[in-house]
Every structure is written in structure tokens, then in C-alpha cells.
């Protein structure tokens, strides 16, 4: 017989996992005292569960196997609640574990007592309590499974303090060899035969394009066709940007030059959409024919009816579609190629800027240079975000994690955190507001005690500027939405980590490079001046983009 705990802690081992990021409580003690005894299992103990949740998201969103977290009942189960909405928008493999008061039998009442099973169920695939031993093993390898199949997303189990004490002569399951299913040939031939015959067709490479092999087959086609791309946010990274095809980053809804781009297609190759980012673009009736490249049939609504769907392994039908193809010498790209040089004339006519406080633009040219190919930056949510996924190439998958699905503030930090743990060896640099740095800077303790390498740049402006910028867009007065904050460098110092501030943009670019090349947790507070966001992303983009 084996102790439900020990065994819950053995299934995990089956799966492979490396970590369980959490806080526990007394609910969870049965599991703890398992977990001391695992040689494969390291417990990293964060300062708040929502940035264990947050780094356990990061670990499946890298590795794709489900990153697990755990908490108690109640409160923690509820800090746990954005995190898992993260994941689950997202698309992070996660397995979330909270405890609870005995199931059987309990003499307190309903004391930090809540339906923490309910409360999961639109934020996760699966949600469960276990109410025997028995069944650990099953129900373990079903959060597994659900979680990071197609789509990935979060998953929960609870375990009650008394079924974590029983026993039970069940054994772990192992995973099983599976593969997915492979687009039907004849979609692939619709693919190919539009692809042939349009005047000028384009890729936009979305959040479910960025899985593996999935990067490598879309270099292959790209290279095969010439095919200008475009990606979201979330589709950053899956294909180098600094191959002359690309034309750029759709992170503004409308009016900069990517859309013009876009226009200038009669044929859309929509790889890996997900509803879950704003769209790229909007279909007409009269507009560019669709084909949806997916894993799923496509949502319809009113802006989105592609004509012809290819469903299945996405990697596997770019590599059938790349195998079929032949380039058609007549296709026309000028109009795509000339919209994306008239974008990187006006990022060049600005980033040069090196004005104090640290103008945007300047600033994304100095963490591009300073980060090298494979350095990963991992962004919190705030205005600078747009100035990142629009301006900052992406050369590699997940080397830009930002999080363009529940967009929270608070996953700066954590995320970084994460990163610096699957990979060791890379740079790694969290680039936050203020305001978003607040939200879980205690974990400033927690990355100096894991000894972690890692730069986290907080971007200062005394506000929360994105919304500052919106209120102004929206002809509002400049009203509520400043705050103070604390002395940055002797904060971090009072962690063990090192304090900068940038005094000037040189200074920062010297502070970038020190960071990077020293170990240990660097904080740079960073002044920004975002006096011009709304004037150059809200009117002049709009204006060039059309005049160009
Ligand atoms: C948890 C959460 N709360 C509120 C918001 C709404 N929101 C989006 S950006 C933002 C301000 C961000 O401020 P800061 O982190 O300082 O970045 P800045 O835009 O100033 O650079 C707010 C309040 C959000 N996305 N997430
Ligand atoms: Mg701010």
C-alpha cells in the first residue's frame, strides 16, 4: 500500500516534472512531506500564488509540458485565479493542485471554506477533486493530457488532507505514445491550387503557430516561396524577423503599416489564429480570400469566415503545403515590401532619439542591441509593450513573452523568473512599468534566493501610463492615474539584488551591458518620457501608414 500523498507525488514524477511552484498551507502538508522525499521534484516556494502560477504558465509556455503549481484552500486558491486565466488565455500548459479541509469528515465548519473546484471551471479544461486514492493516477494523467493538448491551457486538482492520508495499492500511469492528427491531403490541395493563383498572398503567423517544429517548417516555406509574413503579438518569435520578407507586427488594431501591407494581399494564410488576441485583420465580403491554417476549425463570427480551412498538426500541413507548392513567378509583394520599408524609415527617423528621460523607441533599439540572439525578454503589460512587439525583432521562438491574451499586469517578473530557470545559460531580462513591477515585486525574493541571473527593467513613469495614454486618446483630462513609488535602487538593494538608475541614455546603454554580463538579480529604474505616445502611435503611424 502506498500513502495518497506519496503516490499523488509519484504520478507527478511520472510526468516529468521538475518543479512545483507554490505557497502551501496546512491543507497541503500531507503533499509537502511527500514531496521532501522526491530526488526528482524541487519545490520552488514564491511569495505569493499568483507568481507561482505565473511561473509555472512560463514553464509549459517554454517546454510544453504543464508547469505545476499548488496552494491551499481558499485564499490561496483564489490568488491563484488570474494566474490560471493566464494560462488558460494564453495557451501554457498548467496544472494547478490546491488542498482542502477533509471531504469525509470535518469539525470546522465551513472556516476558508470555498467551492474551489466551481470556481475553476471557466478558467481551466479540468478541474476535479479527488475523493479517493484510487483514482490519483487516472485523474492525474487527465490534467496532464488536457493540459497540454491542443489548445493548452490550465488545469486543477484538489486534494482534501484526508484522501492525501489514505492508502492505496494504485500505481502511476504512464503517458501515451500519441501524435496529432495530420491535415487531410485534399485541404492541402485547395491550399496549394489558391496559394498558386493568387496576385499577392500573405502570412499572418498568430498565437497556435508557436509550437516547435511548427518555427522550423515555416522557415522551410518561407524560404521555398518569399512569401511576406506578418505575425500578432503571441506569433512573435516563430519566424526570424530579420528575413526580408517580414513586414511586421500587427500589436495596434488598425492604422499602422502592417495594415497596409495586409490591404495590399488578395489571399490570406492565417497559421495558428486564436480568437483570443484582438485580430489582425478583418474580412469583407468584397476583401482577401482566407485559408485557416489551425489545429481547429475556425470560430466564425463576423469578421472572420475564412473559405477554406486546413485542419490539423500545423507544423505537418506547412511542411505538406511547402512540399506541394510551386512559385508562382507572377505574384506581386511590392506593395507589402514598400508598406514595411516606409515603417523601418520611421522607426529609424526616431529611435536615434537620445533624449532623458529615455524616449521609447531609443529604448528598443538599446535592449535589441544589448540582448543577444537567443536572450529571452519577458514583458510585463503597459504602453511600452506596443513599442516592443512592434519595434523589437524577434529572432527566436519565446524570446519575446509577452502576453497579449489575458494581458495582466504582474507577469513581468515571474515570467522572467521562469525563463532564467529552463534556461540557465541565456540572458534573460523582465521589462516592466511601475505599475506592473508593484504588482509582484515581493518576488524580488525569491529570484535572489533561487540565485537566479536575470535584469529586471522598470520602466518609470509614475503611472499607469497605458491607461494614461487612452484617457488622452479619448479627449479626456489628464485625471487619476499618478502615483508615487519607491526609492527602485534601494528597494532591490533591500533584497540582495543591485539598484541602478539610468541617469541618461548612454547611461542606461552601459547599465544594459552590465547587467547582462554580471550574475545576480540587477533592478534599472529607467525614467521614460511617453509625452509623445499618442502622438506618434495614435496620429502620425495612422498618417504615414496611409500616405505611404
Ligand atoms: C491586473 C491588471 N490590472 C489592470 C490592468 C489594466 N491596465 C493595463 S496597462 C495598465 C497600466 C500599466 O502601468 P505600468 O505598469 O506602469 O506601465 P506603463 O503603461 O505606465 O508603462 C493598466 C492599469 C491590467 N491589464 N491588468
Ligand atoms: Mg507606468
Redesign the pocket.
Known amino acids: 500500500m502506498t500513502k495518497a500523498s506519496d503516490l499523488f507525488v509519484q504520478c507527478l514524477e511520472e510526468e516529468g516534472v521538475e518543479y512545483i511552484f507554490g505557497v502551501p498551507g496546512e491543507e497541503n502538508l500531507d503533499l509537502l512531506d511527500s514531496l521532501s522525499r522526491s530526488t526528482r521534484i524541487r519545490l520552488i516556494l514564491t511569495r505569493h500564488e499568483q507568481a507561482a502560477g505565473f511561473m509555472a504558465a512560463t514553464y509549459g509556455r517554454h517546454t510544453g509540458k504543464a508547469g505545476v503549481c499548488l496552494a491551499t484552500l481558499g485564499p490561496g486558491a483564489t490568488n491563484l485565479v488570474?494566474a490560471a486565466a493566464y494560462a488558460q488565455l494564453g495557451g501554457m500548459p498548467m496544472l494547478m493542485v490546491t488542498g482542502q479541509k477533509p471531504i469525509k469528515k470535518s469539525k470546522q465548519g465551513r472556516f476558508q471554506i470555498l467551492d474551489v473546484v466551481d470556481m475553476m471551471k471557466p478558467l481551466s479544461k479540468f478541474t476535479h477533486q479527488l475523493a479517493s486514492a484510487d483514482n490519483i493516477p487516472s485523474r492525474l494523467r487527465e490534467a496532464f493530457r488536457l493540459a497540454e493538448e491542443e489548445k493548452p491551457g490550465a488545469t486543477h486538482i484538489e486534494l482534501p488532507e484526508d484522501v492525501a492520508d489514505e492508502s492505496s495499492r494504485s500505481i502511476p500511469l504512464k503517458r501515451s505514445q500519441v501524435r496529432r492528427p495530420s491535415a487531410d491531403v485534399k485541404s492541402i490541395r485547395a491550399a496549394v491550387h489558391a496559394l498558386q493563383n493568387a496576385r499577392s498572398p500573405i502570412l499572418v503567423i498568430g498565437a497556435g503557430a508557436n509550437r516547435t517544429m511548427t518555427s522550423r517548417m515555416l522557415h522551410q516555406f518561407i524560404g521555398k516561396t518569399g512569401i511576406p509574413f506578418l505575425t500578432t503579438q503571441l506569433g512573435k518569435g516563430v519566424v526570424d524577423e530579420r528575413l526580408p520578407s517580414f513586414v511586421g507586427c500587427a500589436a495596434m488594431s488598425a492604422g499602422d503599416f502592417v495594415h497596409r501591407a495586409i490591404e495590399a494581399a488578395d489571399l490570406i494564410v492565417n497559421i495558428g489564429h486564436d480568437v483570443i488576441e484582438k485580430p489582425p485583420f478583418f474580412m469583407d465580403a468584397n476583401g482577401a480570400q482566407v485559408i485557416h491554417v489551425s489545429t481547429r476549425t475556425a470560430e466564425v463570427d463576423p469578421v472572420y469566415f475564412p473559405q477554406i480551412e486546413v485542419i490539423g498538426d500545423i507544423a505537418n500541413a506547412i511542411w505538406q503545403i511547402k512540399e506541394a507548392i510551386v512559385p508562382n513567378e507572377a505574384w506581386d509583394f511590392s506593395a507589402m515590401l514598400a508598406a514595411r520599408r516606409a515603417e523601418v524609415a520611421h522607426t529609424a527617423s526616431i529611435s536615434g532619439d537620445a533624449r532623458f528621460p529615455v524616449f521609447p523607441p531609443h529604448l528598443v533599439e538599446q535592449v535589441r542591441e544589448v540582448m543577444p540572439e537567443d536572450g529571452i525578454i519577458c514583458l510585463?503589460?503597459?504602453?511600452?509593450k506596443l513599442w516592443f512587439a512592434r519595434g523589437y525583432a524577434a529572432y527566436r521562438p519565446n524570446t519575446v513573452l509577452l502576453d497579449n491574451a489575458l494581458?495582466?499586469?504582474?507577469a513581468g517578473l515571474p515570467s522572467a523568473m521562469a525563463s532564467a530557470m529552463v534556461y540557465p545559460d541565456r540572458k534573460v531580462m523582465a521589462i516592466?512599468?511601475?505599475?506592473?513591477?508593484m504588482?509582484n515585486s515581493q518576488e524580488m525574493e525569491t529570484a535572489v534566493r533561487l540565485k537566479l541571473n536575470l535584469t529586471v527593467l522598470v520602466?518609470n513613469?509614475g503611472?499607469?501610463?497605458?491607461?494614461r495614454w487612452k484617457q488622452e486618446d479619448m479627449g479626456f483630462k489628464d485625471w487619476g492615474l499618478t502615483y508615487g513609488n519607491p526609492d527602485f535602487v534601494k528597494y532591490a538593494e533591500s533584497y540582495g539584488a543591485s539598484g541602478y538608475r539610468a541617469e541618461s541614455a548612454e547611461h542606461l546603454r552601459q547599465l544594459l551591458v552590465h547587467t547582462r554580463d554580471t550574475p545576480g538579480v540587477h533592478l534599472i529604474d529607467c525614467p521614460?518620457d511617453?509625452s509623445e505616445n499618442h502622438q506618434i502611435l495614435h496620429v502620425d503611424l495612422k498618417q504615414m501608414s496611409k500616405d505611404s
Open positions: 488570474t510585463d503589460n503597459g504602453v511600452y494581458a495582466s499586469m504582474g516592466c512599468g511601475d505599475g506592473g513591477f504588482m520602466l513613469d503611472s499607469y501610463g497605458m491607461i521614460v511617453y
